[in-house]
């Protein structure tokens, strides 16, 4: 590309953000890059853009970068590396494959991607050549699972209101999410409603994040217990006439046998199991019920639970019983998943779907790489992976498991990636990943309406390429045949949206997004909920949802599946986002890792005088699982009993050599699989660090 001076073109944010932002990207010259900013002109982003993607430089620029692809040379574990040829690289990567699957058959081949980057090429390209070659399948269960199950139990598909619409309401509701840290996009629209009409806003979590720092009502519950808060608030809505009847007969399952058991569900008793106090419950219950114009903003946070799905389901019945979903600015949102509307079945080989395959679990990665029969589904050892947009030795719980099955010296484990992240120094074949800023793709923007589309904006880093490039030299050493194969991103981004009916890649991508919203009528589900007979259910169907259904309540309730304190094990440890980092993502940048601090365990002025720790003290948290050492510091914005240790830190940080997910434990969320990330009974002890 000749240099024509700075440029300022239009890209989309690749992370794993409910934001999903448009962006305009400064290109300084054909290699690099200079600030970036939210495009003004999108809907939702309206200019708005987190700190850390605003100095992306500092991240594609960064010297840290992978730049060849290494083979490894020393033991597993080891971290030592050697240069090679791409070619070389990927005859290895092709030989293993050809190899395992001749061993045991192609289900011993697991690629495993997650959503480093959201590209529906990049992220989604594996699923054609699994697809294609019989390899074994991925549940995507990491992130999402509880908390979709809950959600479509009620209403029945993930979709919502727009989000926009946040601007227009009178009462927000955030519950179980941290917008300012995690979508700092959805606070611009609450402070729109907050400015213009004085609307009120409710953040419901379990310690004052800044988002809490920010309401008119901060409700601070004990992590687990959101179901109960919601029934009681059901409880009283109902015994004080501020249910829409109208509404529950016509768009609802509700009956007698409902309001019956939401009867028994008194303030008194959800005060007990949150440690809420009860005239909260009952003011709180007022205020949404008095408040046609309600918007309720669901996070994941209070779904990361062994009872998620269940307060998942328990908190969306909410808008149900107020009829709020009728009023502009009211009803609900959580995600808006929308890749049913795409055609992707050239772009992620779905025409080549093979349900007779076995689906692992990716949450499971641990116990599938260490042999345990269960997670294995019956079939053969998992002996080769390529794994893309996951960093699982970090991200993935129990993670003193997954690092034994990483090591395992009969799997070859092949790691696509920008950085030499703790997964890709457990790897035999490393090969160096693009950024969303050196290759094409589009995104669905999940916690909006819009799709973005990011064209290529600078030359790859070195000889990094995007997946796509990887995914298609791979298929020809394998005989992998399928048309999305030999055709470019830009070729399939293309032909997905002219087989949508959105026009094509040009047109898109100098709009920079299509917006996918919905008519006010169907957005608010007046035209019906996406059920079987039209109407939302306080009775699911939980079969229908997940093999451990027989765990879940059948109706909206407490579900006390969690894993609950002990007196061998008297704190519950909650693990959530760090505002400066992105899951794993920008550990690596001096400005985020600077902001973030160190490794830090808040805790209650109150336990930290039992235990004898001051501020800035070392204890260790441990449980069966493992043991984690950090600092403490006293804060007193959660319930005795809660500890919060923000941020997925690189192993490397803990004196351990493990992170935070060694106590994290990886049994299944009922009904249908995830991780309780927030769910974590673990002991205190005083500690020394070794500086
Ligand atoms: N304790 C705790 N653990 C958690 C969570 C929590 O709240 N607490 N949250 C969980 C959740 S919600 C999620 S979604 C997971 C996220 O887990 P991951 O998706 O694994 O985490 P990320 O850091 O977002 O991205 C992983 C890697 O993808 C790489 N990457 C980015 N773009 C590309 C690309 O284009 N190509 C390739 N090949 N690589 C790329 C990045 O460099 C990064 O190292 O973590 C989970 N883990
Ligand atoms: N800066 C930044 N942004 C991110 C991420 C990041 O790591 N950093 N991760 C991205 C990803 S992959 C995702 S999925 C989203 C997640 O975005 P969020 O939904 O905001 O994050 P969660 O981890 O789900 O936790 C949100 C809040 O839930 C609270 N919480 C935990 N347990 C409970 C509970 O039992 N009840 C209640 N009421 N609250 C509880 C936590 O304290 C936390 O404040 O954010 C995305 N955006
Ligand atoms: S990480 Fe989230 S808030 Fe930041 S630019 Fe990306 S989509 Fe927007
Ligand atoms: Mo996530």
């Known amino acids: 590309m000749p240099d024509e001076g700075i440029l300022r073109l239009r890209s989309a944010c690749p992370h794993d953000c409910p934001s999903g932002c448009a962006l305009v990207v400064e290109r300084l010259s054909p290699s690099r890059i200079g600030r970036i900013r939210g495009a003004e002109d999108n809907g939702y982003t309206a200019g708005v853009v987190c700190a850390k993607v605003a100095r992306y430089a500092e991240r594609v620029h960064h010297p840290d970068r992978l730049t060849r692809p290494l083979r490894r040379v020393g033991a597993k574990g080891e971290g030592r590396f050697e240069p090679i040829g791409w070619d070389d690289a990927l005859d290895l990567v092709a030989d293993a494959f050809i190899r395992s699957a001749r061993r045991h058959g192609p289900e011993a081949v697991w690629p495993y991607h997650s959503g480093g980057t959201m590209g529906l090429i990049g992220r989604y390209g594996l699923e054609r050549l699994r697809n294609v070659m019989g390899y074994s399948r991925q549940r995507s269960t990491i992130c999402m699972m509880p908390a979709e199950m809950g959600w479509r139990a009620g209403v029945g598909a993930l979709r919502g209101v727009d989000p926009r619409e946040m601007a227009e309401s009178d009462l927000v509701v955030m ?46 519950v004990r992590p687990g217990t959101d179901a109960a808060l919601a029934v009681a ?41 949150t440690g809420v106090p009860e005239a909260e419950i009952v003011a709180l219950a007022r ?109 993935a719980p129990d993670s003193r498991t997954v690092r034994r099955g990483l090591m395992r010296d009969d799997l070859f484990v092949c790691v696509h990636e920008q950085f030499p992240t703790p997964t890709a120094k457990l790897a035999d074949v490393v090969l160096p990943a693009t950024t969303f800023l050196e290759a094409d793709d589009m995104y669905l923007a999940y916690g909006q309406t819009h799709l973005t589309i990011g064209p290529q904006v600078i030359e790859p880093c070195g000889e990094a390429r995007p997946n796509h490039a990887v995914t298609q ?167 005795p009993g809660t500890v919060v240790v923000e941020g997925i830190w690189p192993n490397a940080a803990f004196p351990e050599g493990f992170g935070i997910n060694q106590l994290v434990g990886a049994d299944p969320v009922p009904p249908a699989g995830g991780v309780a990330f927030h769910d974590t009974a673990v002991w205190v002890r005083a500690a020394a660090i070794e500086e």
């Open 175 to 220: 519950w179980g999410g941290n917008p300012v840290s995690t979508q700092v996009n959805a606070m611009a629209h609450i402070t729109r409603a907050r400015k213009e009409r004085g609307a009120k806003l409710v953040v419901v979590d379990c310690y004052r994040t800044p988002t809490v720092e920010q309401a008119d009502v901060a409700v601070i």
């Open 473 to 639: 030299a791979l298929a020809q050493r394998l005989g992998a045949d399928h048309p999305g194969f030999a055709m470019t991103a830009r070729e399939l981004i293309d032909h997905s949206l002219r087989g949508s009916g959105l026009g094509g890649f040009e047109a898109a991508a100098a709009q920079g997004w299509v917006d996918m919203a919905l008519p006010f009528e169907r957005a608010h589900f007046l035209d019906g909920f996406p059920q079987p007979d039209g109407r939302f259910r306080f009775r699911p169907d939980w079969s229908a949802l997940g093999p451990a259904h027989a765990l879940m309540p059948s109706l909206p309730d407490q579900a006390m599946l969690i894993e609950a304190a002990s007196p061998e094990h008297p704190f519950r440890l909650v693990t959530p986002p760090a505002r400066s980092f992105l899951n794993s993502s920008f550990t690596e940048t001096p400005a985020s890792r600077g902001r973030a601090g160190r490794p830090t365990a808040l805790m209650h002025p109150d336990d930290a005088d039992a235990l004898g720790l001051a501020d800035g003290a070392a204890a260790t948290l441990g449980n069966r699982r493992g043991a984690a050492t950090l600092e403490v510091r006293r804060f007193a914005g959660l319930r």
């Open 233 to 273: 608030m059901m409880n009283v809505m109902l015994a004080e006439d501020l249910a829409d009847r109208d509404y529950l007969a016509r768009h609802t399952d509700f009956d007698d046998g409902v309001a019956a058991h939401i009867a028994t569900r008194t303030p008194a008793w959800a005060s007990a199991v």
């Open 287 to 395: 205020l949404y019920g008095t408040t046609p114009r309600s918007f309720l903003r669901l996070g994941f946070g209070f779904t990361r639970s062994r009872n998620g799905s269940a307060a998942m389901h328990a908190v969306s019945c909410l808008p149900a019983v107020t009829g709020a979903w009728q009023h502009r600015g009211g009803g609900a949102f959580f995600i808006n998943w929308w890749s049913e509307r795409l055609d992707l079945a050239v772009a992620q080989g779905s025409d080549r779907f093979r349900p007779d395959v076995r689906a692992l679990d990716q949450s499971r990665i641990g116990a599938v790489l260490c042999g345990e029969e269960e997670a294995l589904l019956g079939g053969p050892p998992v002996t080769a992976m390529i794994i893309q947009n996951a960093n699982s030795a970090s991200v």
